[in-house]
């Protein structure tokens, strides 16, 4: 399939134009989410590139992620173009197109028209299937991620989990008065939704970073998340909270019975929840789809060919082995020797 590439550098390269979540010399390079696997080369791509192409919300959280270096700051604003779900940019003759991807905020999928070859090629980047997730049709090639593509990766249970998470939130609110939870970006804005949702009002605590993103969506995007405030802010010392921390600080928790701890993972998988100690439990809360819901994706979308992204974290070749039992013409790329 000439039209679409994978190179090893997680650029996924469709006809002439574009070069996505990779660096590869195209005009335009485009980005499904800000997330830094989906952020390889961009520096390379802001110099080679006509164009950087992604969602408003998008552009503003890699700039409030610190993701582009003071000096190249002005040549990304100069050079990205916001594009809006469902409008389109085109050039030389190929056309894309944004859908929701309902991974995180601002995140996208990408639908490309290649109009002299009559060729329709999807790239669902990341992606969680729910009912605000796009399903793109009629496509010659699906191109799909592949983050849980081992059938054991699957998750019966995921409709329960944020009303567990919001209970073990209470029941810490209430033993401790501090809860704190470790995520990922992204999956932090998430939670912060569903623990409003289950109404809970208790101020959340952020670090800078989290802070900084929280700020740009409630600001720029419309987003509302209650009462929150930055981490070395003191006031609240004595009050109940909700103090969010970046995943990898949690093997630093303190288990000193001051707190309970909440770790935030996909990876979890046999049950929703874990008491790990006498403090701490894993939530399996995830922002991509489980193994059946990238089949089911697939057999919605019905395409001639299905490409599977072997280049990031994931069961390529796992997935790509159910795909050919289901019978969906199917290829892992890029093919490593
Ligand atoms: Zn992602």
Request: glycine content about 6%; proline content about 4%.
């Amino acid at each position: 399939m000439e039209s679409v590439n994978i190179q090893s550098n997680g650029a996924i390269v469709i006809g002439k134009s574009f070069a996505i979540d990779g660096f590869a010399e195209k005009p335009i390079r485009i980005i499904t989410h800000a997330h830094s696997d989906h952020l390889h080369g961009l520096n390379e791509s802001l110099r080679y590139s006509k164009h950087i192409v992604a969602t408003p919300i998008t552009l503003d959280l890699i700039e409030a992620l610190g993701y582009i270096n003071s000096e190249l700051l002005p040549l990304f604003k100069l050079k990205s173009i916001s594009l809006n779900y469902h409008q389109t940019y085109s050039i030389n003759d190929e056309e894309v197109e944004f859908y929701d991807a309902d991974h995180i905020p601002g995140s996208v999928q990408v639908l490309v028209k290649i109009k002299d070859k009559k060729l329709s090629i999807g790239y669902t980047g990341d992606f969680k299937l729910t009912n605000k997730t796009e399903i793109m049709k009629d496509l010659d090639v699906l191109v799909i991620e592949a983050t849980y593509g081992n059938p054991y990766h699957t998750r019966p249970f995921k409709e329960s989990v944020p009303q567990i998470l919001v209970d073990l939130v209470i029941e810490g609110l209430y033993k401790y008065k501090k809860v704190y939870i470790y995520a990922y970006h992204g999956k932090i804005q998430e939670a912060m939704s569903i623990i409003r949702n289950g109404g809970i009002d208790a101020p959340f605590i952020l670090p800078d970073k989290a802070y900084r993103v929280v700020r740009v969506l409630e600001e720029k995007h419309g987003y509302n998340y209650g009462n929150y405030l930055k981490e070395n802010n003191t006031s609240f010392n004595k009050e109940k909270c909700i103090i969010f921390k970046h995943f990898n600080s949690a093997k630093e928790r303190r288990l000193d019975g001051k707190g309970l701890h909440i770790v935030l993972t996909g990876r979890l998988t046999h049950e929703p929840f874990m008491k790990v100690d006498d403090y701490t439990y894993v939530v399996s809360l995830s922002d991509h789809a489980d193994f059946s819901d990238l089949v089911k994706y697939v057999e919605y979308s019905n395409p001639r060919l299905v490409i599977i992204d072997g280049s990031r974290h994931g069961e390529a070749e796992a997935l790509k082995n159910t795909l050919l039992e289901k019978g969906f013409c199917s290829m892992v790329l890029p093919q490593y020797p």
